[in-house]
Nanobody, 122 residues
Framework: QVQLVESGGGLVQVGGSLSLSCAAS????????VGWFRQAPGKAREFVAR????????DYADSVKGRFTISRDNIKNTVDLQMNSLQPEDTAVYYC???????????????WGQGTQVTVSS
């Protein structure tokens, strides 16, 4: 079973950038689709980005398209989320998740990290 650990969250000003990383261990990471989700206080967990097993295909939520970039390194067993032009509405706990379906809903992913807080101050 794969274990996931996110890192890279923190406090950033509006317009700034952060890079999140998701490190995997304990499984065949290259066989998993990986998604990033986020959850703001009082809101449901929402899809941010996803990447196929090979890294050849990616998708983004409309709210982050053009600002966020997802990538993976199947040698290092990591998936990164580069976030640029951050806005207050990007404030949330960010989770990476691994699964076997190319899904945009949390139910499509079996393995989850513990999350990392991203706070964008105005």
């Amino acid at each position: 079973q794969v274990q996931l650990v996110e890192s890279g969250g923190g406090l950033v000003q509006v317009g700034g950038s952060l890079s999140l990383s998701c490190a995997a261990s304990g499984g065949l990471f290259g066989t998993y689709v990986v998604g990033w989700f986020r959850q703001a206080p009082g809101k449901a967990r929402e899809f941010v980005a996803r990447i196929t097993e090979s890294g050849r295909n990616t998708d983004y939520a409309d709210s982050v398209k053009g600002r966020f970039t997802i990538s993976r390194d199947n040698i290092k067993n990591t998936v990164d989320l580069q976030m640029n032009s951050l806005q207050p509405e990007d404030t949330a706990v960010y989770y990476c998740a691994a699964g076997t379906t190319y899904a945009v809903v949390p139910q499509g992913y079996r393995h989850w990290g513990q999350g990392t807080q991203v706070t964008v101050s105005s």
